[in-house]
C-alpha cells in the first residue's frame, strides 16, 4: 500500500442510544480528501448520525482535508470553460471588503479553486416558472458555467423567465430567456448564478389540491454565470453576506437526539414503506443538522419554553423535493410530513432538561400533544414520539386556531411550520397577521416554510409582525 494512501474499515456499535445500530463504514484517506461509504444494516438513525463523525475524527487527526473549494472561476471568452482568474477567494473574514478580482491575496495561494463547467444532475428543490404560482420541483436540470464541485449541486431557490415553446395538460417545454438561480453545496457553501438561456422540458400531475402546478423537470441545460458566492445566509437575492464559507453543515447530534429519531423508526411497521420513507427523512434531518444547539429546521430554540406549530394538511402528504439523498430506497422520497416529524423528533430529543415544550398540529381542526407544555423525561419523550409518528396528512390548511392554542399557552417561543397558503387565503393572512401582531410584545414567532409552494411573502410578513424569523425549507 503507498505511503500516500490509508485504508481503515471501521465497525461500530451505537449501545449508548438504546437501538444497538450496526454499521461498517469504509475511509480511504490520502493527503488531500477524505471519503466515506456507510452500509447500513437495520436502523439507520445512529449510523447517519456518526458517518459524519467518522470524517470528522480523521480531520481532527490531519490525515484529511474536506475544506471544498470555495474559489470560484470565470468563463473565457467562449462561455464554456473556466480561466485562471479567480472570482473570489474564501479569504475575507466578515465586514472586511474582499479584494478584487484578479487581486492577490495573504491567503489566496491556502484557498481551492472551484471550476466551473457543464454540471449534469443538478436537482431542482424550487424555482418559479414566469409570473405564474407554477414552479418547478424534483427531477434535474443540466448548468452549463456552474460551480463543479465533490459531492455535486442543487438548486435550493429560483425564478426563471420563459416563453411557452410547446405546451400541453400534463407536460410542457419552456424557452428560457433569464433568471436566478441560487445554488448550493452540501457543506453549505452557496452560488447566486445569473441564468442566460436554455431551455426546460417538464410534466405534471396537474394542480395541487390548493390550486398550485408543481412540474417536474424532465429534460434541460441552462447557461448560467455566477454572480454571489458565500455561505448559508447568502439569499436569492440581496447582498451576499460575506465570502467567508467556512460553514459546516451536519453538526453531530447527541445520544438521546439519535436514540429518538431511532424510536420514531421503531414506532413504523417494519419493512413498510413507511418506515422506508422514514428513514430517508432521518437521513435528511441528521444531515441538515447544522447547529449544536437545538433548533428546529435551523431555526434556534431561544428560551425556557416553546410551542411547535406543525401542517398536517393533506398537501403534506407530497414529496419534499430537498430530500433527495436516496441511498436507502430508491423508488421513494419522503414526504413533507415525514421530514416534518424527522425533524421535531429530533429537536424534542436535544432539548436540555428544563425546557418546557408543546407541538400543535392542525389542518382543519387542531390537535395538542399535551394540554400545556411540559419538560421531557425518558417517559415523556417516549410518549411524544409516538404521538408524532401518528400524525397522518389531512383535510385543509386552517392555521388560526392552532396559532390562538399555542398563544394561549404563554410560551416564550412559537414555531410555526406550514407548506402553503391558508384554505381561505385573504381573511386568514389577515387574522394571522393581527394575531401576531398582538402577542409580539411577549411571544417570538418564527415561520418555517416547507415545500416548493409556499406563500413567502405572506410568510416573511407574519415572521416579522411576530419579531421572529423566516426560514424556507
Not at 470553460?81 to 491567503?107: F, H, I, L, N
Request: proline fraction near 7%; charged fraction near 20%; charge should be negative.
Amino acid at each position: 500500500m503507498k505511503s500516500t494512501q490509508r485504508v481503515a474499515l471501521i465497525a461500530l456499535t451505537l449501545a449508548a442510544t438504546g437501538c444497538g445500530t450496526l454499521f461498517s463504514a469504509r475511509a480511504e484517506l490520502t493527503p488531500t480528501r477524505a471519503q466515506a461509504q456507510l452500509r447500513v444494516d437495520g436502523r439507520v438513525a445512529a449510523a447517519a448520525g456518526v458517518a459524519a463523525g467518522i470524517v470528522s475524527a480523521l480531520e481532527e487527526g490531519g490525515a484529511a482535508d474536506s475544506q471544498p473549494a470555495v474559489a470560484a472561476g470565470v468563463h473565457g471568452p467562449d462561455g464554456v470553460g473556466p480561466t485562471a482568474t479567480p472570482v473570489a477567494t474564501a479569504a475575507a473574514p466578515v465586514g472586511v471588503a474582499p479584494a478584487a478580482p484578479g487581486a492577490p491575496s495573504s491567503t489566496e495561494a491556502a484557498a481551492p479553486r472551484v471550476a466551473l463547467g457543464r454540471v449534469v444532475g443538478v436537482t431542482v428543490q424550487r424555482v418559479v416558472v414566469g409570473t405564474s404560482s407554477d414552479v418547478l420541483a424534483g427531477g434535474a436540470l443540466v448548468l452549463d458555467g456552474a460551480p463543479d464541485v465533490a459531492g455535486g449541486i442543487s438548486i435550493v431557490d429560483g425564478s426563471i423567465a420563459c416563453a411557452p415553446a410547446a405546451a400541453g395538460s400534463h407536460v410542457a417545454q419552456w424557452r428560457v430567456t433569464g433568471g436566478t438561480l441560487l445554488v448550493a453545496a452540501r457543506d453549505g457553501h452557496r452560488w447566486r448564478l445569473r441564468v442566460r438561456d436554455g431551455s426546460v422540458g417538464a410534466r405534471t400531475d396537474g394542480p395541487n389540491v390548493e390550486g398550485h402546478t408543481i412540474w417536474s423537470p424532465a429534460s434541460g441545460a441552462l447557461r448560467v454565470d455566477v454572480s454571489a458566492m458565500g455561505d448559508e445566509r447568502l439569499a436569492l437575492t440581496g447582498d451576499a453576506p460575506s465570502l467567508v464559507v467556512g460553514s459546516s453543515a451536519g453538526a453531530p447530534l447527541d445520544a438521546r437526539a439519535l436514540g429518538a429519531l431511532d424510536a420514531l423508526l421503531r414506532a413504523a411497521p417494519a419493512g413498510s414503506e413507511e418506515s422506508l420513507r422514514l428513514a430517508e427523512a432521518v437521513q435528511v434531518a441528521v444531515r441538515d443538522n447544522a447547529s449544536t444547539t437545538p433548533a428546529f429546521f435551523a431555526v434556534p430554540v431561544r428560551g425556557r419554553s416553546l410551542v411547535l406549530v406543525v401542517d398536517v394538511s393533506y398537501s403534506m402528504r407530497e414529496p419534499d423535493p430537498r430530500a433527495i439523498d436516496r441511498s436507502i430506497a430508491t423508488a421513494l422520497t419522503p414526504t413533507k410530513l415525514d421530514v416534518a416529524r424527522a425533524e421535531l423528533v429530533k429537536v424534542l430529543g436535544s432539548l436540555p432538561a428544563d425546557e418546557t415544550v408543546d407541538v400543535v398540529a392542525f389542518s382543519s381542526n387542531v390537535t395538542r400533544l399535551w394540554p400545556a407544555p411540559r419538560t421531557l423525561d425518558a417517559a415523556s419523550l417516549d410518549e411524544a414520539i409516538r404521538w408524532i409518528a401518528a400524525l397522518r396528512p389531512r383535510d385543509e390548511t386552517e392555521p388560526v386556531a392552532a396559532l390562538e392554542a399555542a398563544a394561549a399557552m404563554q410560551p416564550e417561543q412559537i414555531v410555526l411550520l406550514s407548506d402553503g397558503r391558508p384554505t381561505e387565503r385573504e381573511p386568514v393572512e389577515r387574522t394571522l397577521l393581527g394575531l401576531a401582531d398582538g402577542v409580539s410584545s411577549r411571544i417570538r414567532l418564527d415561520v418555517v416554510g416547507i415545500g416548493p409552494d409556499e406563500d413567502r411573502p405572506f410568510l416573511a410578513a407574519l415572521a416579522e409582525r411576530g419579531r421572529g424569523e423566516l426560514r424556507l425549507r
